[in-house]
C-alpha cells in the first residue's frame, strides 16, 4: 500500500484498531517509509520546521486551482511517520479548507500528544502551526 492512496480515516481506523502503542508506533514508522524523500536541495532553512527535536521539512507547491500540495521529511523514523500524518492531513486541499481544519481534534483522536514525548508533541504542533502559516501566505 503507497501513501498516496492512504486517507486520514484510513489512519484513524487502523489507530482503533491496534490496541497496542508499539504497534501504533510501527505503523507510524511504516507510514514515514512510504513518503518519498525530498531532494537535498529542498533540506533547506526555508523549508525547516522550527520547534521540532529532529529536522523537518516541509515544502509547499501550490497549483493552479489553488490546492497547496505539501511534501515533507525527516532525519527520524517516528517523526517521518508524522510528517506523513500531517500529509495526509492538509496535502491537497485549499488555503481555506487548511485554515478550517482542526488538526489537534484529529491528533487527540489519534491519542498522539499523549503517547509522544514533550519534545515531540511540541514538534508535532510545530509541523501544524508551520503548515497554517502556509496556508496563510498561499
Not at 479548507?97 to 489537534?104: M, Y
Request: net charge negative; with cysteine; aromatic share 8%.
Amino acid at each position: 500500500m503507497s501513501l498516496e492512496n492512504t486517507t486520514i480515516v484510513e489512519i484513524l481506523d487502523t489507530f482503533e484498531f491496534l490496541e497496542d502503542w508499539e504497534d501504533k508506533y510501527r505503523y507510524i514508522i511504516d507510514l514515514g517509509r512510504k513518503l518519498p524523500p525530498l531532494d537535498e536541495s529542498e533540506m533547506t532553512e526555508e523549508y525547516k520546521v522550527r520547534g521540532c527535536q529532529s529536522q523537518v521539512w516541509l515544502v509547499p507547491e501550490v497549483a493552479d486551482d489553488g490546492r497547496i500540495h505539501l511534501r515533507g521529511d525527516s532525519d527520524a523514523h517516528i517523526v517521518k511517520g508524522l510528517v506523513a500524518i500531517m500529509l495526509l492531513i492538509f496535502s491537497g486541499k485549499t488555503a481555506a479548507e487548511i485554515r478550517e481544519t482542526d488538526a489537534r481534534a484529529i491528533l487527540d483522536q489519534l491519542g498522539l500528544a499523549s503517547h509522544l514525548s514533550p519534545l515531540r508533541a511540541n514538534g508535532l504542533f510545530a509541523m501544524v502551526e508551520r503548515i497554517y502559516a502556509i496556508a496563510e501566505a498561499a
